[in-house]
Structures are given as structure tokens and as C-alpha cells.
């Protein structure tokens, strides 16, 4: 069956410009989460939605960072202003419940270029 | 909070030879703990999971791991490995029963099979 698909797989953007990045669960799975992934780092937790609970944006580095989930199911990462620091891969994931022992399937991600 | 450490950014091995991948913790509550791969160009794909019982866990392609609480440590192990795991490792843990769904994880180790 399909998975987790992401688009654009590649985004490049010039500092001060508005970018979206989308996600497209596996279908049926209630929860979804975006993760970042910096040169040299690890994956660092952005946000989590589950079904149509409150989204815990706990990961948000900063106000210009948001995210929307639209009837349960695809997501919209949205970071306005973009700055040469947000530039990074940005994956997501989706499973089937909410429990913290499912398995997560992610997203090829986007790499988000910042000029 | 929870961290996770992953001392060895980069590990080369040569192909048929045996490669551990280590994985230290830090929690103040239960966890669970997860490797995922990284092939090139490719999303995460879980390889296993510790969520109770035996301590030593199998995974796809050959990989196991054990978890041993006294130590928080959940190495990753491979007798002999093939230049298809060439690859990107990242060790992961999120909290047990008690609550946050999202993942945090390590640094990542690049495991590179020489021929």
C-alpha cells in the first residue's frame, strides 16, 4: 500500500520568503508528527496531531513555525520568514494510534534550502 | 526529559565482519526504544523495537539488539554485514505508558561496509 508521501521533495527559498511543506499520511493512521533533521544532528521533534485532539507543539522552535491538519488526515507545515538556520529536512511520520509503542512510518521528507 | 546518545558518528567495517552500534539513554521514566535506518535518499524504516520482555531483540536483516536497563544502553548488532547496509542508524526512545508519543533521537552513526 502507499505511504507516508511529502512534497515538494525539494524546496529552495530565498530568507524572508514563506514556505509550505506538505504531508500525506498512510490512510486510516489518526497520528502525525514532523521532525526535523539538521546537518550533523539528530531528528528533532516538531509537532504531533492525534485524531482531532489539540496538537502538542511542544517542538516548535519559534512563532514562525505552525502547522495545520485538515480533516484528520494531510498536513501543512508552515514556517514564515524563513531564516538560513531553518534550512534542514523536514520529515514526517504517521501511525496508527496514538500509543507511544506504534510503529511511526515516515516520509521521504523535503530538504528545505534557505538562501 | 530523554536523550539519547549515539557516541560513534561514523563506523567503516568491512564486508562479512561483525558491527555493534551503540546506543546510551537517559530517562527518568520507562521507555521504549526503537532503531531506525536511513538508506540513501530514502525515508526511516523501522529495524526493531524494545517494548518489554526479553531484553534481546530481533530485527529485519539480520539486526538485533539488547537492551540493558542497568546501563541504559540498547546496542544494535550485526554478526556480518553486507555493503547493502551501508547506511545511516539512528537510535530512538519515547516515554513508556506515562505519556509523550513523539521520538527523540540520537545523532545517528553512519555505518559505512568497506568491500
Known amino acids: 500500500g502507499a505511504g507516508v508521501s511529502q512534497s515538494p521533495s525539494n524546496k529552495v527559498t530565498e530568507k524572508g520568503k514563506d514556505v509550505e511543506l506538505r504531508c500525506d499520511p498512510i490512510?486510516?493512521?489518526?497520528?502525525l508528527y514532523w521532525y526535523r533533521q539538521s546537518l550533523g544532528q539528530g531528528l528533532e521533534f516538531l509537532i504531533y496531531?492525534?485524531?482531532?485532539?489539540?496538537?502538542?507543539k511542544s517542538g516548535l522552535p519559534s512563532d514562525r513555525f505552525s502547522a495545520e491538519r485538515t480533516g484528520g488526515s494531510v498536513s501543512t507545515l508552515t514556517i514564515q520568514r524563513t531564516q538560513q538556520e531553518d534550512s534542514a529536512v523536514y520529515l514526517c511520520?504517521?501511525?496508527?494510534?496514538?500509543?507511544?509503542?506504534?510503529?511511526?512510518?515516515f516520509g521521504p521528507g523535503t530538504r528545505l534550502t534557505v538562501l | 526529559a530523554q536523550s539519547v546518545t549515539q557516541l560513534d558518528s561514523q563506523v567503516p567495517v568491512f564486508e562479512e565482519a561483525p558491527v555493534e552500534l551503540r546506543c546510551n539513554y537517559s530517562?527518568?521514566?520507562?521507555?521504549?526504544l526503537f532503531w531506525y535506518v536511513q538508506y540513501p535518499n530514502q525515508g526511516l524504516q523501522l529495524l526493531l523495537k524494545?517494548?518489554?520482555?526479553?531484553?534481546l531483540v530481533k530485527g529485519i536483516n539480520g539486526f538485533e539488539a539488547e537492551f540493558n536497563k542497568s546501563q541504559t544502553s540498547f546496542h544494535l548488532r550485526k554478526p556480518s554485514v553486507h555493503i547493502s547496509d551501508t547506511a545511516e542508524y539512528f537510535c530512538?526512545?519515547?516515554?513508556?505508558?506515562?505519556?509523550?508519543?513523539?521520538?527523540?533521537f540520537g545523532t545517528g552513526t553512519r555505518l559505512t561496509v568497506i568491500p
Open positions: 511520520a504517521s501511525s496508527s494510534s496514538s500509543s507511544s509503542y506504534n510503529e511511526q512510518f
Open positions: 490512510s486510516g493512521h489518526t497520528a
Open positions: 496531531f492525534q485524531g482531532n485532539s489539540a496538537p502538542d
Open positions: 530517562s527518568s521514566v520507562s521507555v521504549y
Open positions: 524494545y517494548l518489554s520482555g526479553s531484553t
Open positions: 530512538a526512545v519515547s516515554e513508556g505508558q506515562t505519556g509523550a508519543n513523539n521520538l527523540f
